[in-house]
């Protein structure tokens, strides 16, 4: 049994985490840095400790400092969350060292997946399938020359260690792979301190479909159902939803045995995400695995009644999961909009500042993730996501007009948020006919943001 659990992140996740913490009779010690001295992930903690400054490699993603605050504080466990230290094997080997229990896979898993290209060879191996591409690192703009043309253009160059949409750009034509490999290169070495590319040939517009998996510490794998999270913006979601549109029962089918593959086959433990994009022609192919819990796990926990933090920590207490395979039943659909504060007019950047005003909906089929109340600081140190809005119907449809009815009742004052995009996407027709696809938001956002402009939205931005 766990009896106090450390939470080493802060914002929305960490909120979550230390409710079901609470939920489960176990106390909760948060961490915070200096500028999150009135965060909410402090305030509702059992106890919480400080870290370090508002820089995250002060505070957040100080190993020692967290490792530090755990043994002096009693914890047995160190929950990661996403982002930060989440997938990071150093930190999770150093708290299996210092006697915590990690809550996430081995560290040995997390630095076989942490290698995308390496965990693409791996699933090839292990039979499930993954996009065409270089069999490993393509160590010169020279080497993924040579593999885009046996692969045929266009390409996508990927950084291995990548992770939110960074480190990958598009090359359509031999003439570009030079400066798309020096551009990714370059980004991933300044965002993971590491610029090793591999190739894949670029699937036009396909869908992101991804399945929710759990494994105990006994070998049982099961997958809790898919997401589509195709409505991204420069690879990151903005809306993820729970069944996708339009699968057959047959693809279904075959895309969770792939994953509860991919997932048997690198001895996985605990809550993980395997992603798959989808063709025009229902082939799927593996990108990656995310090794922790997933910003839209709420979705799924919505259409299946299961709780995946909780699963999280009973794993980690060494019990056996709540239900097998055939116990998980998808009942229902569920959408969840990332509201982040972000100037939408302007190239979606960071608007940090004061709350003056804050109301979330609340109601049949609705839940909020969110760790702003009135008057809290909005920090320039970290995501800007600030908010996850949840909408579960018995249809997609009763589920859109849930969403629409609780983003209409949502007031975020102070900040400007991409919310009155999300609004407007609720009644774009081509979303409301489900069958998107990951090339939807480019189509269509300077039309969203057009008819915000033409409502009136640039005047009330603050
Ligand atoms: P991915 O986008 O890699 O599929 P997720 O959808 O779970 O994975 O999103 C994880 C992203 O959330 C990270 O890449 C990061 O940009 C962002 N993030 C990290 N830490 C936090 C945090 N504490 N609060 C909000 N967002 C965060
Ligand atoms: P990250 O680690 O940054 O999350 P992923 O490999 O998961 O990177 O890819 C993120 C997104 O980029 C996918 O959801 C998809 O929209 C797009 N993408 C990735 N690989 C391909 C590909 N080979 N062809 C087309 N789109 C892709
Ligand atoms: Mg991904």
């Avoid at 949502?410 to 009155?420: F, R, S, Y």
Wanted: include cysteine; charge should be negative.
């Amino acid at each position: 049994m766990l009896k106090r659990v450390l939470i080493a992140n802060r914002g929305e996740i960490a909120v979550r985490i230390i409710r079901e913490c609470l939920d489960s009779s176990i106390e909760a010690v948060s961490v915070y840095s200096t500028a999150d001295s009135q965060a909410l992930h402090r305030i509702i903690a059992t106890r919480s400790v400080c870290i370090g400054g508002p820089r995250a490699g002060e505070s957040y993603l100080n190993a020692a400092n967290i490792i530090e605050a755990a043994k002096a504080t009693g914890c047995d466990a160190v929950h990661p969350g996403f982002g930060f230290l989440s997938e990071s094997s150093d930190f999770a080997r150093s708290c299996e060292e210092a006697g915590l229990k990690f809550i996430g896979p081995p560290s040995k898993v997390i630095d076989m997946m942490g290698d995308k290209a390496a965990a693409k060879r791996m699933m090839r191996q292990a039979g499930v399938p993954v996009v065409p591409g270089s069999d490993g690192i393509a160590q010169t703009a020279d080497d993924a020359e040579k593999e885009a043309e046996r692969i045929g253009y266009p390409v996508l160059l990927k950084a291995a260690a990548g992770g939110g949409g960074r480190g990958m750009r598009r090359a359509c034509c031999k003439e570009e792979v030079k400066d798309a490999f020096e551009a990714a290169r370059a980004e991933a070495e300044s965002c993971f301190g590491n610029g090793d590319m591999y190739v894949e040939e670029l699937i036009e517009n396909p869908r992101h479909i991804e399945f929710q998996i759990l494994g105990d510490s006994f070998g049982n794998v099961i997958h809790l159902g898919e997401r589509d999270c195709s409505i991204q913006r420069r690879n990151q979601k903005l809306l993820e939803e729970a069944p996708a549109w339009g699968l057959s029962e047959k693809l279904r089918g075959a895309m969770g045995e792939a994953a509860v593959k991919a997932a048997k086959a690198c001895g996985y433990e605990n809550a993980g995400t395997v992603e798959f994009i989808v063709d025009k022609d229902d082939n799927f192919y593996f990108i990656e695995m995310n090794t922790r819990i997933q910003v839209e796990h709420p979705v799924t926990e919505a259409v299946t009644g299961m709780n995946i933090v909780r699963e999280q920590l009973r794993i980690a207490a060494g019990m056996p999961l709540s239900r097998t395979q055939e116990e998980v039943q998808i009942c229902g659909h569920a959408i969840e909009c990332r509201i982040t504060a972000e100037k939408v007019f302007e190239n979606f950047a960071p608007c940090p500042g004061r709350i003056d005003f804050i109301h979330f909906p609340a109601g049949a089929g609705i839940r909020v993730d969110s760790a702003l109340y009135n008057g809290c600081e909005i920090s320039p140190y970290y995501d800007s996501m600030v908010a996850k809005i949840i909408a579960k119907g018995s249809s997609r449809l009763e589920a859109v007009r849930r969403m629409r009815r609780a983003l209409e009742e949502t007031v975020i004052n102070g900040v400007q948020t991409t919310l009155p995009v999300q609004h407007l996407l609720m009644y774009q027709q081509d979303f409301l006919r489900g069958g998107y696809d990951t090339g939807f938001i480019e189509a269509h956002l300077p039309e969203l943001l057009a008819i915000y402009e033409a409502a009136g939205g640039k005047d009330e931005s603050i």
